[in-house]
């Protein structure tokens, strides 16, 4: 058998990799739904279980040889069910949109009325739009926030939960920098007659810490990603009361997916074994300050936010009076190393490749051990960076200021294979 290692073989991938390992460490991660993955869990995901097919759940597979990746398997459950404290857990999809989808294809028939957050309005391809599966094949109506509050309109919500009778309604969020209420979700829902489901896919970590209120006990589904605030591998997770569990397990196998990925199973196993420290609960209690350092000095610097801050581990800078869009925003830091996301604003006048805003994350950030000092640092980089992109000699100090700032915070060290060859 071959066992050359991976250079050996092919060294396209293998520069493509060490140059984004570099990447990682060079630049101010601020992308909201990113995050750095321990060492351990990325050694998890690199192992012999990608060879194994394990179609089925543990002890009632459909191959032979399944006695480790059950194992794991098991592990995981378990952990997830202590974690969330719940009573059923699916490990299995390979994605959050794969989670949503599998309680989609489960509990709804194609054509039911489907009510999620409005995309323009912080929320998910995968809750109704129309350019996504879940609004093909479901009929996706949408809520968004109060155009004075810009907070989620719950009056908005009973009046078309009213209307248009949805078989499911859906919270979560992709870009919402407030707590949910999912009392009042599940109010609405359940006196209603519609299921609810809850994607706490960006919050799962925040959740996890209990610095968010849990949606158990509210939502009768409830989906995840495991790679943003959890800070798992990427991946998907389904938690719902015991009931459901076996109608949920067929949606996911052999509903929407064939064989688990065993591998990331086991880093998903790691990463919520992680999860239960208070080490990481300790960390998501940063991620919120963090959070509430950068929107106070972005709003003391003079930018505008929606909802007027955060109580999360994101936030949204408005752009709209500003001359410059969230395209250009983006693309100005950029060049200074501070990676972060255009995305639209409520009520947005620009379209979605353009937009007026800026979304900002802390997780990544915090992973790396900054705290508020750095925060207020950054926030000044961005002012200096967004309020004047042109200026080339100001770039380049931002630029030096953002290598300094990575180097007194490193980050995988470890899986730099050769830290002489400097591909960049
Ligand atoms: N749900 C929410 C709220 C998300 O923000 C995202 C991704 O950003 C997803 C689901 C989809 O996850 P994935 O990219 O793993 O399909």
């Known amino acids: 058998m071959d066992e050359k290692t991976l250079k050996q073989t092919d060294i396209a991938v293998y520069k493509a990799i060490q140059s984004e390992t570099r990447r990682e460490m060079d630049h101010l991660v601020m992308i909201a739904s990113e995050n750095y993955a321990s060492r351990a869990v990325i050694e998890a995901q690199a192992n012999v279980m990608t060879n194994k097919y394990a179609e089925g759940y543990p002890a009632a597979r459909y191959y032979g040889g399944c006695e480790f990746v059950d194992e794991v398997e098991e592990i995981a459950i378990k952990r997830a069910k202590d974690l969330f404290k719940v009573e059923y857990v699916n490990v299995q999809p390979h994605s959050g949109s794969q989670a949503n989808m599998a309680v989609y294809m489960s509990f709804l028939s194609p054509g039911d009325v489907i009510l999620g957050m409005n995309l323009a309005h912080g929320g998910h391809l995968s809750h109704g739009s129309s350019v996504s599966f879940s609004g093909m094949l479901y009929k996706g109506i949408s809520y968004g926030l109060n155009s004075r509050t810009q907070l989620i309109d719950y009056d908005q919500i009973n009046d078309l939960v009213k209307m248009h009778k949805p078989k499911m309604i859906i919270a979560g969020a992709s870009a919402y920098p407030r707590q949910i209420d999912f009392n009042l979700f599940h109010e609405i829902a359940h006196s209603n007659g519609a299921y609810l489901m809850v994607d706490m896919a960006h919050i799962a970590g925040l959740i996890a810490a209990n610095l968010h209120p849990s949606p158990v006990g509210k939502a009768d589904f409830i989906t995840s990603t495991t790679h943003k605030t959890l800070r798992g591998p990427r991946g998907g997770l389904i938690l719902a009361r015991k009931e459901f569990g076996p109608r949920l397990n067929k949606g996911i196998f052999p509903g929407i997916q064939g064989g688990p990925l065993m591998h990331i199973i086991a ?9 239960m420290t208070q080490d990481f609960i300790d960390y998501q ?19 505008d936010l929606i909802s007027g801050g955060t109580d999360n581990h994101l936030l949204l800078v ?7 869009t969230g395209q250009e925003a983006e693309h100005a830091l950029e060049q200074v190393a501070i990676v972060a996301n255009k995305n639209s604003i409520p009520f947005d006048k620009r379209g979605p490749r353009v937009t007026s805003g800026l979304r900002l994350g802390t997780p990544a950030l915090t992973t790396r051990g900054m705290k508020e000092p750095e925060m207020k640092i950054i926030a000044s980089i961005i002012k200096g960076v967004i309020k004047d992109p042109g200026n080339q000699i100001e770039l380049a100090r931002a630029r030096n200021k953002v290598l300094e700032i990575c180097e007194s915070y490193p980050i995988y060290q470890s899986l730099m294979y050769d830290k002489k060859e400097n591909i960049q």
């Open 267 to 275: 880093a998903k196993a790691v990463s919520f074994k992680e999860a």
């Open 285 to 303: 209690v940063q991620v919120i300050k963090n959070a509430k350092v950068l929107a106070d000095e972005l709003m003391r610097l003079g930018f």
């Open 318 to 324: 408005d752009l709209s009076k500003m001359a410059i």
